[in-house]
Each structure stands twice: as structure tokens, then as C-alpha cells.
């Protein structure tokens, strides 16, 4: 079963910040992230195991949630290179990997 | 530089024919993963690989097939009983099956004409 994500679309205005989350019904090892621009391959932002830690690069950090099974991914101070399509994906202690339906962000000047 | 080569990047495919989609890398990773992703949505899993001579159906596996005869390669057969196999076709790769992120391949776009 896929996590899920909200919202489903986000715009911006240069500078303001921005959260995506990611819920799972089922138990997780970890959740990761992802960012598509508009026909190219999603590019790895981060990597975050369970335990509840948060992670950051650069303006953009996210936080894991083991008892909720929730993550959200944190955009600060936003710029024009942030936009495009986040993807959320989980993996449970069995290995598969499911991607959320992903979060279109829109960030104008 | 290490990645992962997806081709070819275009492909049209008539009805009823099967077709081989290529995906190799040199990251010396032990997983491997083929995705699709049909427009405006997510990534859904079709085949993974966790060492050679091993792999796994994913969710949408039917209409499919794979083979992982080399560690640096990992193949995909879109067959003929497929019927809906118009998509963009993602490759991806990660050092093992958890606890790492995917690095993916620049896809190929796959279309029935």
C-alpha cells in the first residue's frame, strides 16, 4: 500500500517556505525523498531511517516520525530551482520500496 | 563518472510485439529496481533485484519479465500481454535493498503505436 501525500500541489512565491508530508499505514524502515523536474528522473535528497531523526541539506530538511509512520519534508526560504514534483518513498523492514503519488511545487518570482 | 545508462530514451512499439528496455550501471550497486510512471503519478514497482541471479515481482509486475545475469545489469522485457504498456519506464539502483537512497537512470519513454 502506497504512502500518501499532502498536499498534492503547492505554489510559492520566491522565498516563502513550504511542508509536504508523507503518511504510511504500515510499519516503516525508512523514508526517503525525491525530487522529479518535468520529464527527467527523480534525484535523491535524502535518506531518513527509523528512530526519528531529521535530516538537512542546504534549505531543505525533513523529520521522521516512527510512531505516526509520518515524514514531512521541510523547504526554507524557497527559490525557483526548488520546483518540480517531491516524492516521498517508504521502506518497510522487507525491502520493497513504495512511492507516494508525489507533491507538484510551484515556485514563482 | 558513475551512473546509471538507460536506453534507448524513445521507443515505439507495435501491438503485440515484445520489446527489451536496457538499464546498466557502473555504481557497484547490489539492488536494483525498474519502475513505471504514468502521467501526473507516482512510481509504481514492476521488478527488483537484490543480488545477481535474484530478483522479485514488485505491484505491477504481470506483462513483464527481467533478468540479472551480470551485477551491472538489469533488463526489461515489456512482453506482448502487457496491454497497457504506454508509460515513461524508470531504472534505478542503490548499494543494498535498505537503507539507502535510489540513484536513477535518465528513463525511456516507451509508447505503442
Redesign the interface.
Known amino acids: 500500500q502506497?504512502p500518501v501525500q499532502s498536499p498534492q500541489a503547492v505554489i510559492l512565491r520566491e522565498g516563502e517556505d513550504a511542508v509536504i508530508n508523507c503518511s504510511s499505514s504500515k510499519a516503516l524502515?525508512?523514508v526517503?525523498w525525491?525530487r522529479q523536474k518535468h520529464g527527467?528522473?527523480?534525484?535523491?535528497l535524502?535518506?531518513l531511517?527509523k528512530g526519528g531523526e531529521q535530516k538537512g541539506h542546504e534549505k531543505i530538511s525533513a523529520s521522521f516520525n516512527e510512531k505516526k509512520q509520518q515524514s514531512s519534508l521541510y523547504l526554507t526560504a524557497s527559490q525557483l530551482s526548488y520546483s518540480g514534483t517531491y516524492?516521498c518513498?517508504t521502506?518497510t523492514?522487507a525491502?520493497?520500496?513504495?512511492?507516494?503519488?508525489?507533491t507538484t511545487l510551484t515556485v514563482k518570482p | 563518472d558513475g551512473g546509471i545508462t538507460q536506453s534507448p530514451k524513445y521507443l515505439f512499439r507495435k501491438e503485440g510485439q515484445n520489446v527489451t528496455l536496457s538499464c546498466e550501471q557502473n555504481l557497484n550497486h547490489d539492488a536494483m529496481?525498474w519502475?513505471r510512471q504514468d502521467p501526473g503519478?507516482?512510481?509504481?514497482?514492476i521488478y527488483?533485484s537484490?543480488i545477481v541471479n535474484d530478483f522479485?515481482k514488485?505491484?505491477i509486475a504481470e506483462g513483464y519479465s527481467v533478468s540479472r545475469e551480470k551485477k551491472e545489469s538489469f533488463p526489461l522485457t515489456v512482453t506482448s500481454a502487457q496491454k497497457n504498456p504506454t508509460a515513461f519506464y524508470?531504472c534505478a539502483s542503490s548499494i543494498a535493498?535498505?537503507?539507502?537512497?535510489?540513484?536513477?537512470?535518465?528513463?525511456t519513454r516507451l509508447t505503442v503505436v
Open positions: 502506497q524502515y525508512s526517503h525525491y527527467e528522473a527523480p534525484v535523491f535524502m535518506i531511517l516524492f518513498g521502506h523492514n525491502g520493497k520500496s513504495t512511492f507516494g503519488d508525489g | 529496481y519502475y503519478q507516482g512510481l509504481r514497482l527488483y537484490q522479485q514488485g505491484d524508470l535493498l535498505l537503507g539507502d537512497g535510489y540513484t536513477f537512470g535518465s528513463g
